[in-house]
């Protein structure tokens, strides 16, 4: 069985801040980890997706996960915030197998203080 | 297409009424997945065609919920006997299972559906 926990529903940092949203897994198997943004109105964008090749990822728009196997964490990272990445955020996990379905956390609105 | 597409975008019905919903992958995509996002929740995931089977339906929540996809693109999420409950986004996502990105899945714009 897999799960996500996300730390916090709602995170605010100033503009220029680091930006840190907190993701924890809970895997049987080895797991694949995503996290997905949601801009208002819109459909789920993939950031970034660990696969196991490196534990630092970099996505899109200067964000990074580390994945941590000892601390089962899956953080997302940001050095300098944009009032452009005011959005939701859902980390997720999947299986093995390329086709299994993905398990969401229930999300981070991150909000950018000017 | 250029990415995955859901009609309508939006759908509000009356208590007992039955809808669909439409699904369009991203061409070439052999996966298709339905997910439902209730208000403040993250998604959750309801079923999974690969090509015109469904390969998993675990997440269906009862026999009022049901999934097509005759031809291995196109997958329509039919629910009858709608209830307030039902109210949610509705999102769509395909994936390929070969090549660099096999096994990401890109989501649709979703469909909200309001149930009065």
């Known amino acids: 069985a897999q799960s996500v926990t996300q730390l916090g529903s709602h995170v605010s940092v100033s503009e220029g801040a680091l930006v840190l949203l907190r993701c924890n897994y809970s895997s049987s198997v080895p797991p694949y980890l995503f996290w997905y943004v949601q801009y208002p109105n819109q459909g789920l964008q993939l950031l970034l997706k660990y696969t196991s090749a490196a534990t630092l990822v970099k996505g899109i728009n200067g964000f990074e996960a580390e994945f941590k196997k000892s601390e089962t964490s899956f953080h997302l990272t940001k050095p300098s915030a944009h009032m452009s990445d005011a959005a939701e955020y859902f980390c997720a996990v999947r299986g093995g197998n390329r086709d299994d379905k993905i398990i969401f956390g229930k999300g981070t609105r991150l909000h950018i203080l000017p | 297409g250029a990415g995955v597409s859901q009609t309508p975008s939006n759908k509000v019905t009356e208590k007992g009424k039955y809808v669909e919903l439409r699904c369009d992958p991203i061409s070439g995509h052999t996966a298709l997945y339905w997910y439902r996002q209730s208000l403040g929740q993250g998604p959750e995931f309801l079923i999974y065609f690969q090509g015109t089977g469904a390969a998993d339906d675990s997440g269906l929540p009862n026999d009022r919920f049901f999934a097509v996809r005759p031809e291995g693109s196109v997958s329509t999420l039919k629910i009858q006997r709608t209830e307030r409950g039902d109210s949610a986004v509705y999102l769509c996502?395909?994936?390929?299972?070969?090549?660099?990105?096999?096994?990401?899945?890109?989501f649709g714009p979703g469909t909200r559906l309001t149930v009065l």
């Open positions: 996502a395909s994936s390929s299972v070969v090549g660099a990105v096999a096994g990401t899945q890109y």
